[in-house]
């Protein structure tokens, strides 16, 4: 059966420290990947998506992510944390064209210390 | 503003009642959805329209109903509310096909007492 799955329920980093979520799925195909961010309140925002090719993908707010096929693994990486990214971060599985089913992995909360 | 919004943001109603979700999206979309998101965060799909035809019905009971009058709207009208209802209800839309990320609404908090 198709999954994603978040290791990490909750993730404390520094301000300013690197930061990178963690992200594994189960799909017997290759599947269309995202990463939402969703802050208090709000609904979720599109940080970055792959479909195909490059495999190191960027995306908004200065996140990047990087697709790893023998590891099923898709990984949300920053730099350099700020305080404004403390939030939920929730990874996706887009499953075949024209299903419209996106399966969400259970999230993982994002702490941020100045 | 171009977005998928719903109404209303919060929605506190007790065990037995009848309450509807509105969403609208103006993104000339042609996928719609709704999510459940319970109090451990966990998004869960509940109905999928495209152009106004069910396609996704997961296992939901039947006291919720979606309605798509058009392309544009998608609501959700849940009967003989329980406590077990209450959760983030997301509504969310997509373009047609080849798993075009999808644009969320800023939720409906329900609590059913």
């Known amino acids: 059966a198709q999954s994603v799955t978040q290791p990490d329920i909750h993730i404390t980093v520094s301000e300013g420290a690197s930061l990178e979520l963690r992200c594994n799925y189960s799909y017997g195909a290759t599947p269309y990947l995202f990463w939402y961010v969703q802050s208090p309140g709000q609904g979720l925002q599109l940080l970055l998506k792959?479909?195909?090719?490059?495999?190191l993908v960027q995306g908004i707010k200065g996140f990047e992510a990087e697709f790893k096929r023998s590891q099923s693994s898709f990984n949300l990486r920053k730099p350099s944390v700020h305080w404004s990214d403390a939030a939920e971060y929730f990874c996706?599985?887009?499953?075949?064209?024209?299903?419209?089913?996106?399966?969400f992995g259970t999230g993982t909360r994002l702490k941020v210390l100045a | 503003d171009t977005a998928v919004s719903q109404t209303p943001k919060y929605l506190v109603t007790q065990m037995g009642n009848d309450k509807s979700i509105k969403c609208e999206q103006n993104?000339?979309?042609?996928?719609m959805y709704w999510y459940k998101q319970d109090s451990k965060k966990f998004l869960k799909i509940m109905f999928s329209?495209?152009?106004?035809?069910?396609?996704i019905n997961e296992t939901v009971p039947n006291r919720f109903s979606p309605k798509s009058p058009d392309k544009a709207h998608l609501n959700l009208h849940i009967n003989s509310l329980e406590l077990g209802d209450s959760a983030v209800y997301f509504c969310?839309?997509?373009?047609?096909?080849?798993?075009?990320?999808?644009?969320f609404g800023n939720g409906t908090r329900l609590t059913v007492t």
């Open positions: 969310a839309s997509s373009r047609d096909g080849d798993n075009s990320p999808l644009h």
């Open positions: 792959y479909f195909s090719g490059d495999t």
């Open positions: 996706a599985v887009g499953l075949t064209s024209g299903t419209y089913k996106y399966i």
């Open positions: 993104l000339g979309h042609d996928t």
């Open positions: 329209y495209n152009n106004k035809e069910l396609i």
